[in-house]
């Protein structure tokens, strides 16, 4: 009969890919089996306990005959209650999830390859089902009530076919390089900010012990291209890996939370590879870089909307940037040092919220850097594309990312064929050898992670030259953060250009190219571009509701600008209808599918809570606040404080047919800080909006500010412009409409001209 399952090791390791649901009157069996067929393996799900998941794995593997010869005695054995009836093929199991009463199983049905990387296939969802448990005949009234079938709709509006995408043996929420320098397996992988379905799965992994019937889902973009040099073709595979820890809609989720989680958190990477020869040495390069929201304590609120202008508010006391700090190291933990900051968002100009945020921003970085001798690392550059000049705007881009390289480096490494199984990159090889637990141990003893060639002898002792080779390796310590206001359009303006530069170094680490340089006309600049392109209105899509605001490449393409205009146009408006009128739904059907709210029989239902509970997950120090198009201050923050009246907070119902959309009103809400709630008193300064365009903002703050004065901190408003900089002079424009007002103003003047 069945054998008792191998030991999971690194070269054992088996991965259920192909499975096959079975139902009896009693129980589920799903069969699973490995792609070589190799290893059959079942799992037994109890039908008859509505209120409980009741798990059970045979801990034996069978052959497929063996396999088959179960199934008939199962058949056989349940005659009498209809036999043993197959339910539908799958590939793997997504989760279980309850809201009321029953539990649901959902499953992939169907999924296609989208890439592979070092022989490892990369899949999308294409189809997926959720499957109640428990049979119809023990299912209670509460299994078909009207708000269990709105949870299960609100589920079901996370759409899994669509940016989701997983591997059975390749860690696809892990950069390359944390996967060839610390390979792990196992549940430590489920806890990775980047797996979307840490929640769904915790059930069946904490009752197993094993993530062998789960896939892990990685939330984001996934792309892969073969593209050439003369002489030589390579995949350039880029990847964007969206943060489940503090994940939401473009206003309700701003600025960061309690434990350092910022909004719109993703990491971005480039991977160069070619294509593996027998008996030849393989390369590979790897290059991350990320986006997030401002670490601080600011938000905006849609439901503000009937305003026409989205709510801003910035926490008044930011308790000495705690929150801050823990996102650095976090940063520095996941990407090692120096952490190069670069904030896109306005210095000049009508808008002040923007730049008060920014000034804000600035003047924080300042304040750890001088206060915490371990933020000494951080790299802060202040840099406003709405004042440059537009020839030049890739060109300093480049200039700015090359001189970020030279700090961080890459990720490269030569591997030679040994690593290769069965044409697979065999990702726990290092491991194994001389001791190491890790590759990153083996730099971490030779003092020089940057560059290193290291020789690896099978058992450590002496063996003939033709088992020995060589490892080539340079790896990145630290990372590119970037962010504007959303952290979409202007930010994905500059991580292409940090990509290009980038691309310039990988090809000439695989001996592709004599330059690390790609000129803006090569056609590889031009390439890279709809990559990046494609990704920028991905992520502008989940997180803004609308493809990205693309100007700047459209105007390098040289397209029409009319036509320019008129696109950006249509994005604007997608982009406030579904700020303002869909972004709820979607905020509530991710807090259902992440786990960030649990529905439980007797106790409020989602769509019943006020927008405090509904949409601040993790930020139990910041009550939302509306505060008309600006700020909160204390007197210890770096702005001036008087006193002013508060509004009575907006209800956060918001009814149709008493928005006016046209409506633009001036009063000003704000909100007391956690301290002003305990009964401190707290001096708080909001600046009014600016409704007349003719007067300009120029606060004292923003240009006599000496804390800026630092090695650290490159600012365009506080630098001497005589003075040398490694940052050099960069002054360019973007005509891109990235602001949030300014957004909404072009909306109401189209309303107004219908």
Same mark, same amino acid.
């Given at each position: 009969?069945?054998?008792?399952?191998?030991?999971?090791?690194?070269?054992?390791?088996?991965?259920?890919?192909?499975?096959?649901?079975?139902?009896?009157?009693?129980?589920?069996?799903?069969?699973?089996?490995?792609?070589?067929?190799?290893?059959?393996?079942?799992?037994?799900?109890?039908?008859?306990?509505?209120?409980?998941?009741?798990?059970?794995?045979?801990?034996?593997?069978?052959?497929?005959?063996?396999?088959?010869?179960?199934?008939?005695?199962?058949?056989?054995?349940?005659?009498?209650?209809?036999?043993?009836?197959?339910?539908?093929?799958?590939?793997?199991?997504?989760?279980?999830?309850?809201?009321?009463?029953?539990?649901?199983?959902?499953?992939?049905?169907?999924?296609?390859?989208?890439?592979?990387?070092?022989?490892?296939?990369?899949?999308?969802?294409?189809?997926?089902?959720?499957?109640?448990?428990?049979?119809?005949?023990?299912?209670?009234?509460?299994?078909?009530?009207?708000?269990?079938?709105?949870?299960?709709?609100?589920?079901?509006?996370?759409?899994?076919?669509?940016?989701?995408?997983?591997?059975?043996?390749?860690?696809?929420?892990?950069?390359?390089?944390?996967?060839?320098?610390?390979?792990?397996?196992?549940?430590?992988?489920?806890?990775?900010?980047?797996?979307?379905?840490?929640?769904?799965?915790?059930?069946?992994?904490?009752?197993?012990?094993?993530?062998?019937?789960?896939?892990?889902?990685?939330?984001?973009?996934?792309?892969?291209?073969?593209?050439?040099?003369?002489?030589?073709?390579?995949?350039?595979?880029?990847?964007?890996?969206?943060?489940?820890?503090?994940?939401?809609?473009?206003?309700?989720?701003?600025?960061?939370?309690?434990?350092?989680?910022?909004?719109?958190?993703?990491?971005? *990477?480039?991977?160069?590879?070619?294509?593996?020869?027998?008996?030849?040495?393989?390369?590979?390069?790897?290059?991350?870089?990320?986006?997030?929201?401002?670490?601080?304590?600011?938000?905006?609120?849609?439901?503000?909307?009937?305003?026409?202008?989205?709510?801003?508010?910035?926490?008044?006391?930011?308790?000495?940037?705690?929150?801050?700090?823990?996102?650095?190291?976090?940063?520095?933990?996941?990407?090692?040092?120096?952490?190069?900051?670069?904030?896109?968002?306005?210095?000049?100009?009508?808008?002040?919220?923007?730049?008060?945020?920014?000034?804000?921003?600035?003047?924080?970085?300042?304040?750890?850097?001088?206060?915490?001798?371990?933020?000494?690392?951080?790299?802060?550059?202040?840099?406003?594309?709405?004042?440059?000049?537009?020839?030049?705007?890739?060109?300093?881009?480049?200039?700015?990312?090359?001189?970020?390289?030279?700090?961080?480096?890459?990720?490269?490494?030569?591997?030679?064929?040994?690593?290769?199984?069965?044409?697979?990159?065999?990702?726990?090889?290092?491991?194994?050898?001389?001791?190491?637990?890790?590759?990153?141990?083996?730099?971490?003893?030779?003092?020089?992670?940057?560059?290193?060639?290291?020789?690896?002898?099978?058992?450590?002792?002496?063996?003939?030259?033709?088992?020995?080779?060589?490892?080539?390796?340079?790896?990145?310590?630290?990372?590119?953060?970037?962010?504007?206001?959303?952290?979409?359009?202007?930010?994905?303006?500059?991580?292409?250009?940090?990509?290009?530069?980038?691309?310039?170094?990988?090809?000439?680490?695989?001996?592709?190219?004599?330059?690390?340089?790609?000129?803006?006309?090569?056609?590889?600049?031009?390439?890279?571009?709809?990559?990046?392109?494609?990704?920028?209105?991905?992520?502008?899509?989940?997180?803004?509701?609308?493809?990205?605001?693309?100007?700047?490449?459209?105007?390098?393409?040289?397209?029409?600008?009319?036509?320019?205009?008129?696109?950006?146009?249509?994005?604007?408006?997608?982009?406030?209808?579904?700020?303002?009128?869909?972004?709820?739904?979607?905020?509530?059907?991710?807090?259902?599918?992440?786990?960030?709210?649990?529905?439980?029989?007797?106790?409020?239902?989602?769509?019943?809570?006020?927008?405090?509970?509904?949409?601040?997950?993790?930020?139990?120090?910041?009550?939302?606040?509306?505060?008309?198009?600006?700020?909160?201050?204390?007197?210890?923050?770096?702005?001036?404080?008087?006193?002013?009246?508060?509004?009575?907070?907006?209800?956060?119902?918001?009814?149709?047919?008493?928005?006016?959309?046209?409506?633009?009103?001036?009063?000003?809400?704000?909100?007391?800080?956690?301290?002003?709630?305990?009964?401190?008193?707290?001096?708080?300064?909001?600046?009014?909006?600016?409704?007349?365009?003719?007067?300009?903002?120029?606060?004292?703050?923003?240009?006599?500010?000496?804390?800026?004065?630092?090695?650290?901190?490159?600012?365009?408003?506080?630098?001497?412009?005589?003075?040398?900089?490694?940052?050099?002079?960069?002054?360019?424009?973007?005509?891109?409409?990235?602001?949030?007002?300014?957004?909404? *103003?072009?909306?109401?003047?189209?309303?107004?001209?219908?």
């Amino acid at each position: 009969m069945g054998s008792e399952p191998p030991i999971a090791s690194a070269s054992s390791a088996y991965y259920l890919q192909s499975f096959r649901l079975y139902e009896t009157f009693s129980k589920y069996y799903i069969i699973g089996r490995d792609k070589k067929r190799t290893f059959w393996r079942v799992l037994k799900i109890d039908r008859l306990d509505c209120s409980e998941l009741d798990i059970d794995e045979d801990s034996a593997t069978y052959s497929e005959n063996e396999c088959s010869d179960l199934l008939k005695r199962l058949d056989d054995g349940n005659k009498i209650t209809g036999g043993l009836k197959l339910v539908t093929t799958c590939y793997g199991i997504i989760g279980f999830v309850k809201f009321l009463e029953p539990y649901y199983m959902l499953l992939i049905t169907k999924r296609k390859k989208i890439g592979e990387i070092g022989g490892h296939k990369i899949y999308a969802i294409t189809k997926r089902e959720m499957i109640p448990i428990p049979n119809p005949t023990v299912r209670t009234f509460m299994a078909h009530s009207k708000n269990e079938n709105r949870y299960k709709m609100l589920l079901c509006t996370v759409d899994l076919t669509k940016d989701f995408f997983f591997s059975y043996s390749y860690h696809a929420m892990r950069s390359l390089q944390k996967n060839l320098y610390d390979y792990k397996t196992g549940q430590h992988l489920y806890k990775k900010k980047c797996v979307w379905n840490k929640f769904l799965t915790s059930e069946i992994r904490n009752r197993l012990g094993n993530t062998l019937w789960t896939v892990a889902l990685v939330h984001g973009f996934f792309k892969q291209v073969k593209l050439s040099v003369p002489g030589r073709d390579f995949k350039l595979t880029l990847i964007a890996r969206r943060s489940r820890c503090f994940a939401g809609t473009r206003y309700l989720k701003r600025g960061v939370n309690d434990k350092g989680r910022v909004a719109n958190d993703v990491e971005t *990477e480039q991977i160069v590879s070619e294509d593996p020869v027998e008996g030849c040495p393989t390369q590979m390069s790897s290059v991350v870089q990320y986006r997030g929201s401002v670490p601080l304590f600011w938000s905006q609120n849609a439901l503000g909307f009937h305003k026409f202008r989205p709510v801003f508010s910035l926490q008044a006391e930011q308790h000495n940037y705690e929150a801050m700090v823990l996102h650095f190291r976090n940063l520095v933990k996941r990407y090692g040092k120096p952490i190069v900051i670069l904030s896109l968002l306005k210095t000049r100009g009508k808008k002040r919220a923007e730049k008060t945020l920014g000034a804000t921003y600035a003047k924080a970085i300042a304040s750890i850097i001088d206060k915490l001798p371990e933020m000494n690392h951080l790299r802060f550059c202040r840099w406003d594309l709405h004042t440059h000049i537009p020839i030049y705007e890739l060109q300093q881009l480049g200039d700015l990312a090359a001189d970020t390289l030279d700090s961080t480096g890459i990720f490269y490494c030569q591997l030679p064929p040994k690593l290769w199984q069965d044409g697979f990159l065999n990702l726990s090889y290092f491991d194994k050898y001389n001791g190491h637990n890790s590759l990153e141990d083996l730099f971490n003893k030779n003092g020089d992670a940057g560059n290193l060639e290291a020789n690896f002898t099978d058992g450590g002792g002496s063996c003939d030259a033709n088992e020995n080779y060589g490892v080539k390796c340079m790896s990145q310590k630290g990372v590119l953060r970037s962010n504007c206001m959303d952290c979409l359009d202007r930010t994905n303006v500059v991580q292409y250009a940090y990509g290009l530069a980038a691309l310039g170094r990988q090809l000439h680490a695989l001996g592709f190219i004599e330059s690390p340089n790609i000129d803006l006309e090569d056609p590889l600049a031009e390439n890279l571009m709809t990559v990046y392109e494609a990704m920028g209105d991905t992520l502008a899509l989940q997180y803004g509701g609308s493809p990205a605001h693309s100007k700047i490449f459209a105007d390098i393409r040289g397209q029409w600008r009319p036509a320019i205009d008129y696109q950006d146009l249509i994005t604007t408006v997608k982009r406030f209808c579904s700020n303002a009128f869909l972004d709820f739904v979607r905020q509530d059907a991710m807090n259902v599918f992440l786990g960030y709210f649990r529905p439980q029989q007797g106790k409020q239902v989602l769509w019943e809570l006020d927008s405090d509970q509904r949409y601040n997950v993790g930020r139990s120090s910041f009550k939302r606040s509306l505060s008309d198009s600006d700020i909160l201050s204390t007197s210890n923050s770096p702005m001036v404080s008087t006193d002013v009246m508060l509004n009575p907070p907006f209800s956060g119902k918001v009814q149709g047919s008493s928005m006016n959309l046209l409506g633009f009103l001036a009063d000003i809400q704000t909100q007391p800080s956690h301290d002003q709630a305990q009964g401190g008193s707290t001096s708080i300064l909001a600046f009014m909006p600016e409704i007349s365009t003719g007067t300009r903002l120029s606060p004292g703050y923003m240009q006599e500010d000496q804390s800026l004065k630092s090695d650290n901190i490159y600012d365009e408003e506080t630098r001497d412009a005589s003075a040398p900089s490694s940052l050099f002079d960069m002054d360019w424009h973007s005509s891109a409409a990235n602001s949030f007002v300014e957004e909404n *103003e072009r909306v109401v003047d189209i309303l107004r001209a219908l």
